[in-house]
């Protein structure tokens, strides 16, 4: 299925966002997601996509 992930298109095979974020590469990583610019919890990540959904994903970072 075609989705764009951070403004990227992308093909993944994955039909929820947990699956997609293990299909990424995001494995258990900690990240804050949101589907078509809303917030998706960790615990609501089994939800399924749709063609075209727009996913962002944003990491932790460390530094200063």
Known sequence: MQI???GT???VQSQTLADALNELGYGNARVAT????????ATARDAPLSPGDRIEIV?????G
């Not at 589907?35 to 919890?41: A, K, M, Y």
């Not at 990491?59 to 530094?63: K, T, W």
């Open 9 to 11: 298109a992308t093909e």
């Open 34 to 41: 949101a589907v078509n610019e809303s917030f998706v919890p």
């Open 4 to 6: 764009t992930v951070n």
């Open 59 to 63: 990491a932790p970072r460390q530094g």
